[in-house]
């Protein structure tokens, strides 16, 4: 599974997750960089791992990256990029990368912050996302979506089970078992992921299309912390097709091409 999704801030660009064979490739395009080396941090949305990068690239364990934020030789964040995280969601991400490099500071010696010699606790919400192998806190409020979607994350990603699909994860392994029919036979074809179109319309989004169809494409994007589905087809119509959502404007992609470009809140 190959997805793209941009990366804004002092330094500007894109990042490209190539997930297969139990590896996540990350390689990162970026416009400019006069900051030197940067440092590079992802998560899942539960917690957060630290990217070696070696010619703009790098290998993780097999995860799903919903974000990623770069530091400068200084420790501060300088750029992220979003695939599918609200601001709240964004705000915790950042606190617990500030809070691993504020740790590792520590241990090279320098100065401890807290005089006392005791930890400062992060803001509410913080423990979501942890260093990498840190359970997540089953004291955090988490939403009923999104408790969903980190149970399955956890099932797919790091060999866990999710707690509230429990049932239905166990009748598909019992079916792959028994070599009844293979889950890879009865999934349809999945779409193509592509590079954002509209980095400077939609730059938290990302984007994909159906195998054939090189007229219509589809985006998931994160507006103001808000999750919008968006709808693009290409077209130097007058009038924009019907039925692909609301907000229809008109617009030019990267390539040069116009699109007529709908969107409906998730």
């Given at each position: 599974m190959v997805y793209f999704f941009s990366i804004t801030g002092r330094v500007s660009g894109s990042a490209r997750i190539n997930v297969r064979r139990g590896r996540t490739e990350v390689c990162l395009k970026?416009?400019?960089n006069g900051l030197g080396e940067l440092g590079c941090f992802l998560t899942d949305g539960n917690h957060i791992e630290k990217l070696t990068l070696k010619n703009g690239c790098g290998n993780i364990g097999e995860t799903e990256v919903s974000a990623l934020a770069l530091t400068d030789d200084s420790g501060s964040i300088v750029s992220v990029g979003n695939?599918?995280?609200t601001a709240k969601e964004m705000e915790d991400f950042r606190t617990g990368v500030r809070l691993m490099l504020g740790e590792k500071k520590r241990t090279g010696g320098e100065e401890a912050l807290n005089k006392q010699g005791q930890k400062a606790k992060p803001?509410?919400?913080?423990?979501?996302?942890?260093?990498?192998?840190?359970?997540?806190?089953?004291?955090t409020p988490r939403s009923s979506a999104a408790a969903d979607i980190l149970d399955m994350a956890n099932y797919l990603f790091r060999g866990g089970e999710p707690k509230r699909n429990k049932d239905t994860a166990q009748e598909v392994r019992q079916q792959n078992t028994e070599g009844k029919v293979s889950a890879r036979d009865t999934m349809p074809e999945e779409p193509e992921a592509i590079e954002n179109p509209f980095p400077q319309f939609f730059p938290n989004s990302y984007w994909q299309r159906k195998a054939g169809d090189e007229k219509r494409i589809t985006g998931t994007a994160n507006i103001r912390g808000v999750k919008y589905s968006v709808i693009a087809v290409r077209s130097?119509?007058?009038y924009p097709p019907h039925g692909i959502g609301h907000s229809v404007r008109k617009l030019r992609s990267n390539d040069g091409r116009l699109y007529w470009v709908g969107m409906t809140k998730i």
């Open positions: 970026l416009r400019r695939r599918n995280l803001k509410s919400g913080a423990e979501k996302m942890l260093p990498s192998g840190s359970p997540i806190s089953s004291d130097n119509s007058k």
